[in-house]
């Protein structure tokens, strides 16, 4: 039998083109720290030794900040045996196995154990965070070399918001010449979701499903029936572009498969269709003014886009359109040497302010899947990225004044806004200063006499709205001071 392929424009067959290979479940043998998040933890006690995932260390209390920003005069902290630190965010350095949290309550209250598994990319950028990390409740971390401390720079997940998302597992990212990818495993609906990303932050989910049950298919027409795909890996070639998906797979509910039945689990590898290598050539943003647009497709060993292309299917513009059969259809081509020129009308291409890739999908010249992404010029891809812990407030002459810390996790900023919302309330914005990669600044920020002492609000704090995708927090629940 051949050698299986996906399906015909499967999601998880136009993932993109390069990708770092990630450490899952455990770091390197050198120590790391991270910061801590947190959820209930049983029964703990300050300096209880406990055993998690098979280290068996202390637990210690201390004075610091939730994982989301918030303050509740606590933190916790796990030693493996090897060096083990703390600080007032709550962090916690372990060598030699999976990196695990712990948060506890000087209180009496109990918080739960939450272990984080690090997915660690390199961004490639002189002047950006080095690692990225995605814990395995769809939280993203940064750090500057992965030593240095990890600190959680987004809110809440990052997963889809669909039914069932919280039996989420088993992510794996990479990153493109293009873009981001983050694949995610549904394991209660054995579905997986496939999501993008321009900087390793903000990330959109692609519609339909990145991979189910049925959808691996030989060439034959013959597949096999497993019951269930996880612990999705990939394989990149010398132009980082994912060409190979490895899986675990069984042929049978895991939970009631038996010793010495006719069940069985094994690791399968799936050849992936790699993406073409695309240059749109066109600086000003695509509008349906735009008379034509020209990308160049590259010629490689293997692929001659003269002859290997059906042309009539070819259609290009945002990844929002191509994958529903829309986009602009091909106006003529150009030779460039070995590579082809194809040219589009701007209308129908379908850019919005929220775009950074473009996407061409078509087919073969055997009708196999052809496809690939392409960064879009106007579309600044290294902006800063700034983020803000949960505020503390004081009464100042009786007013109240917010002070919040603000952080830059990627490149240089320039003087930017902040602004506070709050339902019924009035907005606030306040000017934050031009910030260096890795550096903070506390911001105060006044706040209207309509905000009154006392009262409790769920702030909405946004930075970076001049940037193409701001961020915003939530302080749920934040209690004005009273006079």
């Given at each position: 039998?051949?050698?299986?392929?996906?399906?015909?424009?499967?999601?998880?067959?136009?993932l993109g083109l390069i990708g770092l290979t990630i450490c899952v479940l455990s770091m390197p043998s050198h120590a790391a720290t991270v910061l801590v998040g947190f959820d209930t933890f049983p029964n703990a006690t300050?300096?209880?030794?406990?055993?998690?995932?098979?280290?068996?260390?202390?637990?210690?209390?201390?004075?610091?900040?939730?994982?989301?920003?918030?303050?509740?005069?606590?933190?916790?902290?796990?030693?493996?045996?090897?060096?083990?630190t703390t600080s007032p965010n709550g962090s916690v350095s372990?060598?030699?196995?999976?990196?695990?949290?712990?948060?506890?309550?000087?209180?009496?209250?109990?918080?739960?154990?939450?272990?984080?598994?690090?997915?660690?990319?390199?961004?490639?950028?002189?002047?950006?965070?080095?690692?990225?990390?995605?814990?395995?409740?769809?939280?993203?971390?940064?750090?500057r070399d992965g030593l240095s401390t990890w600190e959680q720079v987004t809110q809440g997940s990052q997963y889809p918001k669909v039914a069932g998302e919280g039996y989420f597992e088993d992510p794996v990212i990479w990153r493109t010449e293009v873009q981001y990818h983050l694949i995610v495993n549904n394991w209660h609906g054995r579905i997986a979701y496939h999501l993008r990303s321009k900087d390793g932050f903000h990330w959109k989910t692609d519609p339909g499903e990145a991979y189910t049950t049925d959808f691996a298919v030989s060439e034959d027409g013959g597949s096999e029936e497993w019951y269930k795909y996880e612990r999705m890996r990939v394989l990149q070639d010398e132009h980082r572009r994912a060409i190979q998906a490895n899986f675990a797979v069984i042929d049978f509910n895991k939970w009631e498969d038996k010793p010495n039945d006719i069940h069985s689990s094994?690791?399968?590898?799936?050849?992936?269709?790699?993406?073409?290598?695309?240059?749109?050539?066109?600086?000003?943003?695509?509008?349906?003014?735009?008379p034509e647009v020209r990308v160049r497709i590259a010629a490689e060993p293997g692929f001659g886009p003269h002859q290997d292309i059906d042309l009539k299917s070819l259609r290009f513009g945002a990844p929002e359109e191509v994958n529903f059969g829309r986009g602009a259809a091909l106006l003529r081509t150009e030779k460039a040497g070995k590579d082809l020129v194809v040219v589009f009308p701007?209308?129908?291409?379908?850019?919005?302010?929220?775009?950074?890739?473009?996407?061409?999908?078509?087919?073969?010249?055997?009708?196999?899947?052809?496809?690939?992404?392409?960064?879009?010029p106007w579309?600044?891809?290294?902006?800063?990225?700034?983020?803000?812990?949960?505020?503390?407030?004081?009464?100042?002459?009786?007013?109240i004044v917010l002070r919040i810390e603000v952080s830059n996790h990627a490149s240089?900023?320039?003087?930017?806004?902040?602004?506070?919302?709050?339902?019924?309330?009035?907005?606030?914005?306040?000017?934050?200063?031009?910030?260096?990669?890795?550096?903070?600044?506390?911001?105060?920020?006044?706040?209207?006499?309509?905000?009154?002492?006392?009262?409790?609000?769920?702030?909405?704090?946004?930075?970076?709205?001049?940037?193409?995708?701001?961020?915003?927090?939530?302080?749920?629940?934040?209690?004005?001071?009273?006079?």
């Amino acid at each position: 039998m051949k050698l299986p392929q996906l399906p015909m424009f499967s999601p998880i067959a136009s993932l993109g083109l390069i990708g770092l290979t990630i450490c899952v479940l455990s770091m390197p043998s050198h120590a790391a720290t991270v910061l801590v998040g947190f959820d209930t933890f049983p029964n703990a006690t300050n300096n209880q030794t406990v055993n998690i995932a098979g280290f068996t260390g202390t637990l210690t209390n201390g004075v610091g900040s939730r994982g989301d920003g918030s303050t509740d005069g606590t933190y916790g902290t796990f030693g493996s045996g090897a060096s083990t630190t703390t600080s007032p965010n709550g962090s916690v350095s372990i060598r030699n196995g999976t990196i695990t949290l712990v948060l506890t309550n000087n209180s009496g209250t109990t918080y739960n154990l939450l272990a984080y598994y690090f997915d660690v990319t390199d961004k490639g950028s002189d002047n950006t965070p080095e690692d990225l990390a995605l814990s395995i409740s769809g939280g993203m971390w940064i750090s500057r070399d992965g030593l240095s401390t990890w600190e959680q720079v987004t809110q809440g997940s990052q997963y889809p918001k669909v039914a069932g998302e919280g039996y989420f597992e088993d992510p794996v990212i990479w990153r493109t010449e293009v873009q981001y990818h983050l694949i995610v495993n549904n394991w209660h609906g054995r579905i997986a979701y496939h999501l993008r990303s321009k900087d390793g932050f903000h990330w959109k989910t692609d519609p339909g499903e990145a991979y189910t049950t049925d959808f691996a298919v030989s060439e034959d027409g013959g597949s096999e029936e497993w019951y269930k795909y996880e612990r999705m890996r990939v394989l990149q070639d010398e132009h980082r572009r994912a060409i190979q998906a490895n899986f675990a797979v069984i042929d049978f509910n895991k939970w009631e498969d038996k010793p010495n039945d006719i069940h069985s689990s094994k690791n399968i590898s799936i050849p992936l269709t790699p993406g073409r290598l695309l240059t749109l050539d066109h600086e000003d943003k695509i509008t349906d003014a735009t008379p034509e647009v020209r990308v160049r497709i590259a010629a490689e060993p293997g692929f001659g886009p003269h002859q290997d292309i059906d042309l009539k299917s070819l259609r290009f513009g945002a990844p929002e359109e191509v994958n529903f059969g829309r986009g602009a259809a091909l106006l003529r081509t150009e030779k460039a040497g070995k590579d082809l020129v194809v040219v589009f009308p701007g209308k129908g291409c379908g850019f919005a302010d929220h775009n950074f890739a473009g996407k061409l999908l078509g087919k073969t010249s055997k009708g196999k899947l052809l496809f690939g992404y392409c960064r879009l010029p106007w579309v600044d891809y290294e902006e800063p990225m700034l983020t803000v812990r949960r505020p503390e407030a004081a009464v100042r002459e009786g007013r109240i004044v917010l002070r919040i810390e603000v952080s830059n996790h990627a490149s240089a900023s320039e003087e930017s806004e902040l602004k506070i919302e709050a339902d019924g309330m009035p907005p606030v914005s306040a000017p934050c200063p031009p910030l260096k990669s890795d550096a903070k600044t506390m911001v105060e920020v006044p706040l209207p006499e309509a905000y009154h002492p006392g009262q409790s609000h769920d702030l909405r704090i946004t930075t970076g709205l001049d940037l193409q995708q701001p961020t915003v927090f939530v302080a749920r629940g934040f209690e004005l001071p009273k006079r």
